[in-house]
């Protein structure tokens, strides 16, 4: 039973194109995420929504648009992909904003040629 | 921004040995969480510790909140005990997002 599910695992894709990753969560929660890590393994976090409403977005270039159509799903939709978008890129849950444990999902592997 | 720091940045083990990883940040905290990254790349959750002494089999934390910093303590490793091992913080008064450090790098050899 996945907590928190992400599709797709890999995507290798060139740049200028257009992507998205989805993101699910079954745990009933109302706050979700998205997380970037880079090559050297440095974990920042992107945004976060709270009941479909956008809370945290942390300087993120406006060619990274998140999504957020209910509780259980956020997606990340990036345009005009470049070099540098190349990471991993994780989505977590929690149960609510406020000092709650976060699960992560297994995280998408972004390559840009 | 809250910092933090942890150390080491590497370990090296025997199967078998102990070990303690630490985690300073720099202001008061209401979420503390302690994760493992497999090799695999997912990233396993530990220990949800902003304060006290928790336990789970081999692995034990325990954060002082009033001194700012956290243990993570590992007994008799194993080879499945490698990889790099993240604490990450939200501050008493933020945004609750969460703050990563740089993690520690540990290998267990045979």
């Known amino acids: 039973d996945t907590a928190v599910s992400q599709t797709p695992k890999y995507l290798v894709t060139q740049m200028g194109n257009d992507k998205s990753i989805k993101c699910e969560q079954n745990?009933?929660?109302?706050?979700m995420y998205w997380y970037k890590q880079d090559s050297k393994k440095f974990l920042k976090i992107m945004f976060s929504?709270?009941?479909?409403?956008?809370?945290i977005n942390e300087t993120v270039p406006n060619r990274f648009s998140p999504k957020s159509p209910d509780k259980a799903h956020l997606n990340l939709h990036i345009n005009s992909l470049e070099l540098g978008d190349s990471a991993v890129y994780f989505c977590?849950?929690?149960?609510?904003?406020?000092?709650?444990?976060?699960?992560f999902g297994p995280g998408t592997r972004l390559t840009v040629t | 921004g809250i910092q933090v720091e942890q150390s080491p940045p590497d370990l090296i083990l025997q199967e078998g040995a102990n070990s303690t990883l630490r985690c300073n940040f720099s202001?008061?905290?209401?979420?503390l969480q302690w994760f493992h990254q497999n090799p695999w790349g997912q990233l396993i959750n530990l220990f949800y510790?902003?304060?006290g002494t928790k336990q789970n089999g081999r692995l034990s934390a325990t954060t002082v909140a009033t001194e700012r910093y956290s243990l993570l303590y590992i007994s008799s490793s194993q080879t499945t005990d490698s990889g790099v091992y993240f604490c990450?913080?939200?501050?008493?008064?933020?945004?609750?997002?969460?703050?990563f450090g740089t993690g520690t790098r540990l290998t267990i050899i045979p």
């Open positions: 977590a849950s929690s149960q609510d904003l406020l000092a709650y444990e976060q699960y």
């Open positions: 745990l009933g929660h109302d706050t």
């Open positions: 929504y709270n009941n479909k409403e956008l809370i």
């Open positions: 202001d008061s905290v209401n979420n």
């Open positions: 510790i902003p304060s």
């Open positions: 990450a913080v939200a501050p008493n008064f933020g945004n609750e997002k969460l703050t």
